[in-house]
Nanobody, 115 residues
Framework: VQLQASGGGLVQAGGSLRLSCAAS??????YAWFRQAPGKEREFVAD???????TYGDSVKGRFTISRDNAKNTVYLQMISLKPEDTAVYYC????????????WGQGTLVTVSS
């Protein structure tokens, strides 16, 4: 299984970015995004299940939208109204069917929001 994340970059506060993560090797029940800022613990950002049900971390509700394309085994994270505190490495993760944890993680993509 390989997860290839892309779409990170430098953006000004108030701007937007869309991250993508393509999974190869299998089909997954859940896709998720996490992030980790320098010196901080990893933080849950969003999750989407097979039927499209979503969950968001409190800090991104109303600004980030997670979606998936099951035919392409790809998950997206649309981020708007970005803030400097959104600066982090963003990781995608996947959970297999009948698993209670995220089984595979991507390599991360850096998002930097300037003030």
């Amino acid at each position: 299984v390989q997860l290839q994340a892309s779409g990170g970059g430098l953006v000004q506060a108030g701007g937007s970015l869309r991250l993508s993560c393509a999974a190869s090797g299998s089909t997954f029940r859940n896709y998720a995004w996490f992030r980790q800022a320098p010196g901080k613990e990893r933080e849950f950002v969003a999750d989407i299940n097979w039927s499209g049900g979503t969950t968001y971390g409190d800090s991104v509700k109303g600004r980030f939208t997670i979606s998936r394309d099951n035919a392409k085994n790809t998950v997206y994270l649309q981020m708007i109204s970005l803030k400097p505190e959104d600066t982090a490495v963003y990781y995608c993760a996947v959970r297999r069917f009948y698993s209670s944890e995220y089984n595979y993680w991507g390599q991360g993509t850096l998002v930097t929001v300037s003030s």
